[in-house]
């Protein structure tokens, strides 16, 4: 058996995601991803035995990754806007530093690949900011009226539209625009 190199695995990841940001996941094929790679398709075969275990440990290895980028520099003893704001700002940098990986995170949770496994692992993602907004009700800061997931969903979806926007250059992101961006969405949810 041969012995799998991890950065062969790595530049393998790298191609997917270079392929599906431009084709989907389903324009993904194991023969394009070796071309991209530039490796033999039976040596991508050695790496993972499908399209399917690929797209698995691929979705395992980022959403790891972004969990820990989301959570960066927070502090749960701050106050609550302040908080919130790091944990804000971090899914923005993410979108837009690891457009590709949000994007197959995207595509990926509502692929048909998906597990109920990973699935479970995709909503525990939300707890953090869930965690917040429960903070926040529980101090009488946030709307109580509103449920968790619809303030969790105005925030990231406002959060995904300016990165991708930016991303696309159809919007110009600086620090002042940021810090008015953050405000709309707490202005949203506050009491």
């Known amino acids: 058996m041969r012995v799998k190199d991890s950065n062969k695995r790595a530049l393998i990841f790298d191609a997917s ?13 194991m023969s394009k991803l070796a071309k991209k790679a530039g490796i033999a398709t039976g040596t991508l075969y050695i790496y993972f035995k499908n399209k399917e275990e690929l797209l698995h440990e691929l979705y395992v290895e980022l959403r790891h990754k972004s969990q820990q980028r989301f959570m960066k520099n927070y502090d749960s003893n701050e106050p609550l806007k302040i908080g919130l704001k790091k944990v804000w700002v971090n899914y923005l940098k993410h979108r837009i530093e690891h457009h590709k990986e949000s994007v197959f995170l995207e595509q990926y949770y509502r692929s048909p690949y998906i597990t109920p496994e ?3 692992l995709a909503e525990q993602m939300k707890s953090p900011v869930h965690e917040l907004i429960r903070r926040g009700k529980r101090e009488m800061i946030i709307k109580n009226h509103v449920d968790d997931e619809m303030l969790f969903l105005a925030m990231i979806g406002f959060i995904r ?5 930016t991303m696309s250059n159809v919007y110009e992101l600086n620090q002042q625009r940021i810090e008015q961006a953050f405000q709309l969405s707490w202005d949203m949810i506050k009491m």
């Open 17 to 29: 995601l270079v392929l599906m940001y431009r084709e989907g996941i389903a324009g993904l094929t």
């Open 118 to 120: 990973h699935h479970k």
């Open 161 to 165: 539209e300016l990165a991708d926007e």
